[in-house]
């Protein structure tokens, strides 16, 4: 067990619809990264915070958008989804950015 | 923008056999992780590698850091089944921004 946790572990959803998948770093990480998982893409790295802050945008769609609240957890919102989105989306976290990062069990996602 | 790449993708290779992974990345670095992912699982850490010329050891498996050619390695001694996972080196430059590779999909048959 790393520590971090996300939820839900599974996700079924239609197209144009919206989730919000939600993750709570390891006990005094304060850094927090996304990455999309699909199987013809690999692990696309997707946005970073650090302490509340936007640290780094990696290939995210203007459709995503993602927050890391004073609590240090962080929440990923798809929206208008469509079925390409359909892909493991993993949170990590780490003490400041981008030393080992610790990742959780992943969100599957499922768009039909 | 740093790009790192693996080779190989994939790599079928027999019980007892030694083999060579290689990362490469595009821009100065000091810091680079290896991970694990079993199939539908999450991502394991591995080792972190955090100087040119650093070496660490786990098993049947040994990283290594060579950060003036901006090559890792990941050498597979005498690999057993259990080793077959996909592989995933991490690498951060100083932007601080870190980056995967596409992952090595090992396979050890017997």
């Known amino acids: 067990d790393s520590g971090v946790t996300q939820t839900p572990k599974h996700l079924i959803t239609a197209t144009g619809q919206r989730v919000t998948l939600r993750c709570s770093p390891r006990s005094g990480d304060l850094s927090v990264y996304w990455y999309q998982q699909s199987l013809d893409q690999g692990l696309q790295f997707l946005i970073q915070y650090y302490n509340g802050e936007e640290r780094a945008k990696g290939n995210i769609l203007e459709r995503f958008s993602a927050q890391q609240f004073p609590d240090l957890h962080s929440e990923l919102n798809l929206s208008s989804l469509e079925l390409g989105d359909s892909a493991l989306y993993f949170c990590?976290?780490?003490?400041?950015?981008?030393?080992?990062?610790?990742f959780g069990q992943g969100t599957r996602l499922t768009v039909v | 923008e740093l790009k790192v790449e693996q080779n190989p993708l994939f790599l079928s290779m027999q019980e007892g056999k030694n083999y060579t992974i290689y990362c490469n990345y595009s821009t100065t670095s000091d810091r680079l992780y290896w991970y694990r992912q079993d199939p539908g699982k999450s991502l394991e850490s591995l080792f972190v590698l955090l100087s040119n010329g650093a070496v660490k050891q786990e098993g049947r498996l040994m990283a290594s850091l060579d950060t003036k050619a901006r090559l890792s390695t990941l050498h597979i001694t005498a690999a057993v089944h259990d080793l077959s996972a996909t592989y995933f080196c991490?690498?951060?430059?100083?932007?601080?921004?870190?980056?995967f590779g596409a992952g090595t999909r090992l396979t050890v048959k017997p």
């Open positions: 990590a976290s780490s003490v400041v950015p981008n030393t080992e990062a610790f």
């Open positions: 991490a690498v951060v430059d100083n932007n601080n921004d870190m980056r």
